[in-house]
């Protein structure tokens, strides 16, 4: 059995059960954070490092464990319970990012192979790979980004936040990506777009979201398979989510993403999320926190699994 190389939190996720082996899980879900990702400059490493704290700090605040039998209109009942265990933070050597990759996958495995859907708060979008890599089921995946994230590498890091979609496309359990809410200018070039399009991939930009609704999207959640749906917080509106290290005016706004995660959560597709590129240090009232919270609240209101 490895090591598990994991810190405790301070204030468990909804005040739940906390567990640093992640084979003892007996929850449906886990939370779970992975604070750094493969940088491009030192400051990738830290910048985002408190997010699931943070996050974690918000659930507190807003009392919402104790309000679990309050009646809920975001899924019409009350919470019960939360269904979910906290598995603390993965802790990593900031100068040894391959170590960091590794040991997340170590934790995420052991949980995708006991049957518990991971809730990730990443570092960087550099996360997401890890995340689905520790499936082996055939998956989808749901992209929300403001950034198509299919470079093949940038200074020779392949493993950076500019390349999570294009690693995942490589996995041959992945099948279907959707992209949703692509817009402005990021590190893609035209050769990335076409060889995404060429991929397989399914592009839907910011523009055709808000013009045509958010129901085009859903309608492309199929049934088939289990999705990860992995969310860049730049993917959002910066009303919702300004903290980020690159905001963007026209992202999703909070009724459509939770339109897209209830999709799915309410009919139990839910194989994972992952919240990345959130900066605690640039929040505004904690309200990007606070949209983060009611997203994960959507999947354990509205989806009540145990561990298979």
Not at 55 to 65: C, K, L, N, Q
């Given at each position: 059995m490895p090591a598990f190389h994991l810190r405790a939190p301070d204030q468990p996720f909804l005040e739940s059960g906390v567990a640093l082996d992640p084979t003892r899980v007996e929850t449906g879900h886990a939370f779970l954070g992975i604070p750094f990702g493969p940088p491009y400059e030192a400051r990738d490493l830290v910048v985002c490092a408190g997010a699931a704290d943070a996050?974690?700090?918000?659930?507190?605040?807003?009392?919402?464990?104790d309000m679990s039998h309050h009646y809920n209109f975001d899924w019409g009942g009350d919470l019960g319970d939360p269904n979910v265990t906290d598995c603390g933070d993965v802790i990593g050597d900031p100068a040894d990012?391959?170590?960091?990759?590794?040991?997340?996958?170590?934790?995420?495995?052991?949980?995708?192979?006991?049957?518990?859907?991971?809730?990730?708060?990443?570092?960087?979008?550099?996360?997401?790979?890890?995340?689905?890599?520790?499936?082996?089921?055939?998956?989808?995946?749901?992209?929300?980004?403001?950034?198509?994230?299919?470079?093949?590498?940038?200074?020779?890091?392949?493993?950076?936040?500019?390349?999570?979609?294009?690693?995942?496309?490589?996995?041959?359990?992945?099948?279907?990506?959707?992209?949703?809410?692509?817009?402005?200018?990021?590190?893609?070039?035209?050769?990335?777009?076409?060889?995404?399009?060429?991929?397989?991939?399914e592009l839907v930009t910011a523009r055709e979201i808000h013009e045509r609704g958010i129901g085009e999207v859903v309608d492309r959640l199929s049934d088939d398979r289990r999705w990860v749906i992995t969310i860049d917080c730049d993917g959002l509106d910066p009303t919702i989510a300004p903290a980020v290290g690159w905001p963007e005016p026209g992202g999703l706004t909070y009724p459509q993403i939770s339109a897209l995660v209830r999709s799915l959560a309410e009919r139990d597709r839910v194989a994972a999320l992952v919240v990345t590129e959130f900066q605690p240090d640039l929040d505004q009232g904690g309200i990007t926190a606070m949209h983060i919270v009611r997203l994960l609240l959507l999947v354990l209101g509205l989806q009540r699994r145990s561990p298979g």
């Open positions: 996050v974690r700090a918000s659930a507190h605040t807003m009392t919402f464990r990012p391959d170590g960091i990759w590794d040991r997340g996958l170590d934790v995420t495995r052991a949980l995708t192979g006991h049957g518990v859907s991971p809730l990730v708060l990443g570092g960087l979008d550099a996360i997401p790979p890890i995340v689905v890599g520790a499936f082996s089921e055939p998956l989808h995946v749901l992209h929300v980004d403001s950034h198509l994230d299919f470079r093949q590498e940038v200074g020779g890091q392949r493993r950076g936040y500019s390349s999570p979609i294009r690693r995942i496309r490589e996995m041959p359990h992945v099948e279907r990506i959707v992209q949703a809410g692509l817009r402005g200018m990021g590190s893609a070039r035209p050769s990335d777009v076409e060889e995404a399009v060429a991929a397989g991939n």
